[in-house]
């Protein structure tokens, strides 16, 4: 059976491709589980540093597979609903810089995808909406992600009308980190991807949780635990390879070439 997602890896960065243009890209538990296998590859891939999650056709996203959803009536549970909240940890835990491509409009649960992701990148030409509740249902697992990015008074407009918004005013209220002319779009995902992979590596996936969780810390506690961690990094074997390729002009020994 072909795969739903396909996956290839150059210059340090994994490219995780969905592949289902016919139904828009929409969740299926089948793409889900090809999804799941290719972001788990990513993450162990020694020679992977950063990850770049795309699609074909021109929809990045339209949500769950509202058919597949549907034949599930009567039983318990649901096939997306099972299968979403593990594709969602994989991105949002990752250790690796995680860029989301937008090739095109999402929806619902696809943008789900996209707050789970730590960079985003749209077209202008995108065009994205919380449509659930107009199906007499509600943006419950997405809803985890998506408001730790959205602005509160924008999440609360959006999901509540399922009313459509472009790509400027997703950029504007922290949907998306970007929103550019298409034919920049290639430019604007490299213009990540090629400061990310300058990282050491595991500076990326201590930052990634420093940038989540010192803003919920108590004042003093946060800086007892951030003169703490500083100390160990400075002291710690990247660190001290870091400080020694800066001091000899050379590219550390993460960066490739």
């Not at 090739?103 to 789970?116: F, I, K, P, Q």
């Not at 635990?225 to 500083?230: Q, Y």
Request: proline share 7%; with cysteine; aromatic share 6%.
């Amino acid at each position: 059976m072909t795969s739903l997602v396909h996956a290839s890896l150059a210059n340090g960065v994994a490219t995780v491709t969905l592949d289902s243009p016919p139904n828009r890209n929409a969740l299926s538990a089948r793409l889900l589980a090809d999804l799941k296998e290719r972001l788990t590859w990513a993450l162990a891939e020694p020679e992977c540093r950063v990850i770049v999650l795309t699609a074909t056709g021109t929809v990045f996203c339209s949500g769950a597979d509202l058919k597949e959803q549907r034949a599930a009536e009567g039983r318990p549970g649901a096939p997306v609903t099972a299968s979403l909240p593990e594709v969602f940890t994989l991105l949002w835990e990752s250790p690796k810089p995680v860029v989301c491509r937008l090739n095109g409009t999402a929806r619902a649960g696809g943008l789900g995808l996209v707050a789970s992701c730590d960079f985003a990148v749209a077209p202008l030409t995108a065009s994205f909406a919380f449509t659930e509740v107009r199906l007499g249902v509600v943006p419950a697992m997405i809803s985890v992600p998506v408001l730790r990015r959205l602005d509160p008074r924008a999440a609360a407009e959006y999901f509540l009308t399922g009313e459509v918004f472009d790509a400027a005013r997703a950029a504007e209220i922290g949907l998306v980190s970007r929103a550019v002319p298409e034919e920049e779009l290639d430019a604007a995902v490299a213009h990540y991807t090629e400061l990310l992979v300058k990282g050491g590596p595991e500076a990326l996936a201590i930052t990634k949780r420093l940038v989540r969780e010192v803003p919920g810390l108590p004042f003093e506690e946060g800086l007892r635990r951030m003169t703490e961690l500083s100390a160990e990094r400075f002291t710690s074997e990247e660190g001290q390879e870091g400080i020694a390729a800066f001091w000899e002009k050379r590219p550390p020994k993460w960066v490739s070439g």
